[in-house]
């Protein structure tokens, strides 16, 4: 009799390898964004502890100091835990009652083919981590349920892991909780206090790291994500001067004023809005961001939902749904794993700006729960998977190439990546130290050139790992005041600061043009400013300083 279930273990194994050549294309040709050139940056100086994360993000990109300038090498370690972390899905879907090979697939492709999967499989930020290992401790989780309590003791390390990742882990613990719950028997164990005590125990590193470093990422952290508060008082790294804000009459407005921003490029000021416009769109963007996730799987999951709708509505046989849970514990795991994080955020967004990251790792449970309950068409969903794979990789061409060029200077793909190759390569022929404004200008530069002596000034843009660290910041001020030559600075500012004991000398304005690459022009009294540059990606200036 021939094996019916043959094909769709055919389809797997085909979905694994065009996922993963998906993500292996785009970590190869993929600029790196700025936030992952930061991470990036981290790796050059790893520790248990930063400023803005917990530690596992810089140690994913430690093989970057390999192969420098390398984005296939800097994303190794991402790659690899994405490729983990299909095999582990798998195993954690079948610990939840999936039976199957059909539903199988089902849960695979809603889990790791929505764009936020995909995304997420290649492009390295702390959300790495934390997915995997919120895979890794569902799965323990699962087994410490059905068969297996001292299977805790794995969960607790997983969980443990997964907050040295990113500190959203901490959710699983309320996960844990309610699917204990589900059972109140199961809390006379002692095996969920003892995993307790080992997700401690996998923390110390980390906790002993933020004992000696003033508890600086718990407090920025707390005030990102509740207080939507950047500045966080800190020991700087750099004993440098803050930078002074420059006044509308000062000299540094009058030399920059030599330079004319085209008028379809000034920002106009909006009208601010009331508390309740501001709850709404907050809300508002949370939701469709969400939902965004999703990308093209939306269409048959809204599909599936109306399916559902009607059959239940008629006589129609459903045996095909829904599979039965294990048990009453498990069932309560996967709706918690998805409703916690979504819940959570919902509950901020209105008076907090959620980044779409922040709850993803709902889809895991939520994957499961749809997997189970709806009677999803296999090939309207491995049409629309196809779909978000071949958007994610349009998206790395974009990044290389730009398909749209109507207003770049409003593309955030292109702002995040796009020219600094090219700055980096002017930068490193200056004659005098530079220093940047901004951790992402910083990161991105010193990734294409990671030889070049480069330094966050502090006072001018937000705190960072860059300012906060000593041995990020190797000039000191006697040493930078004795360079008869003075510095560079480069801003996103139109007109640079002032600063201590210095005065600006000159001004270069540095724009990245789409066909044109950099277009360098320095101020120059005698010349009449001409803009040469139709339609540019970003706008710095160049000021250069000597000591007084």
Same mark, same amino acid.
Request: proline fraction near 8%.
């Given at each position: ?184 028997? /199961? ?315 210095? /005065? ?34 970003? /706008? ?9």
């Amino acid at each position: 009799m021939e094996d019916r279930s043959r094909p769709y273990f055919r389809w797997i194994l085909a979905f694994f390898i065009s996922l993963t050549l998906a993500r292996l294309i785009s970590a190869s040709l993929m600029p790196p964004l700025q936030d992952e050139a930061y991470y990036f940056r981290w790796a050059s100086f790893l520790d248990f502890g930063y400023f803005d994360h917990p530690p596992l993000v810089a140690w994913l990109a430690a093989p970057l100091q390999l192969w420098p300038s390398n984005p296939l090498a800097a994303r190794a370690g991402t790659l690899f835990l994405s490729l983990l972390g299909l095999p582990l899905l798998a195993l954690l879907f079948r610990e939840l009652g999936i039976k199957g090979p059909r539903m199988l697939l089902i849960a695979l492709v809603l889990a790791s083919a929505n764009l936020g999967g995909i995304l997420l499989g290649y492009v390295t930020t702390p959300d790495i981590p934390l997915l995997f290992c919120w895979i890794a401790a569902l799965h323990e989780a699962a087994v410490a349920l059905k068969r297996d309590p001292r299977r805790w003791l794995s969960a607790g390390f997983a969980t443990g892991l997964g907050i040295m990742g990113k500190y959203t882990m901490l959710l699983m613990g309320p996960v844990f909780l309610l699917a204990l719950l589900a059972e109140p028997r /199961r809390l006379r164990e002692k095996w969920p206090y003892l995993g307790g005590l080992v997700c401690l125990l996998t923390l110390l590193p980390h906790l002993y790291w933020l004992s000696q470093n003033d508890w600086i990422t718990l407090r920025f952290q707390f005030g990102r994500g509740l207080k939507s508060e950047y500045g966080v008082h800190m020991q700087l790294g750099t004993d440098l001067p803050r930078a002074i804000a420059p006044k509308l009459e000062g000299p540094e407005a009058a030399m920059a004023s030599y330079f004319v921003i085209p008028d379809k490029e000034i920002k106009k000021p909006k009208p601010k809005p009331t508390r309740l416009q501001r709850y709404w769109k907050n809300t508002h963007s949370y939701i469709s961001g969400q939902i965004g996730l999703w990308g093209f799987l939306t269409v048959p999951l809204i599909y599936a939902a109306w399916i559902l709708r009607k059959r239940r509505g008629s006589s129609v046989d459903l045996d095909e749904i829904p599979t039965p849970w294990p048990n009453p514990s498990v069932r309560m795991l996967s709706w918690a794993a998805a409703l916690v994080p979504l819940l959570l955020f919902a509950v901020l967004s209105p008076v907090q700006m959620v980044e779409v990251n922040w709850p993803a790792m709902y889809l895991i449970g939520a994957a499961a729960l749809f997997a189970k309950s709806l009677p999803i068409s296999l090939a309207g969903l491995m049409l629309a998977a196809a779909a978000n794979i071949v958007l994610s990789l349009l998206l790395t061409l974009h990044m290389n190439e730009p398909l749209s060029t109507k207003k770049p200077t409003d593309d955030r793909f292109l702002r995040e990546t796009y020219g600094y190759k090219e700055l980096s390569a002017y930068l490193a022929t200056l004659p005098e130290p530079l220093f940047t404004d901004t951790y992402q200008n910083l990161s991105q530069i010193q990734f294409y050139q990671p030889q070049l002596l480069l330094q966050q000034w502090p006072g001018i843009a937000r705190s960072s790992e860059l300012i906060r660290r000593p041995a990020m910041n190797p000039l000191n001020w006697d040493a930078l005041k004795s360079n008869s030559g003075g510095f560079f600075l480069l801003t996103d500012n139109f007109i640079p600061p002032a600063m201590p004991s210095a /005065r600006l000398d000159g001004i270069s304005e540095v724009l990245d043009c789409l066909g044109s690459g950099l277009i360098i022009t320095p101020y120059d009294k005698d010349r009449p400013y001409e803009r040469r540059c139709e339609k540019r990606v970003h /706008r710095w200036s160049l000021a250069h300083y000597t000591f007084l």
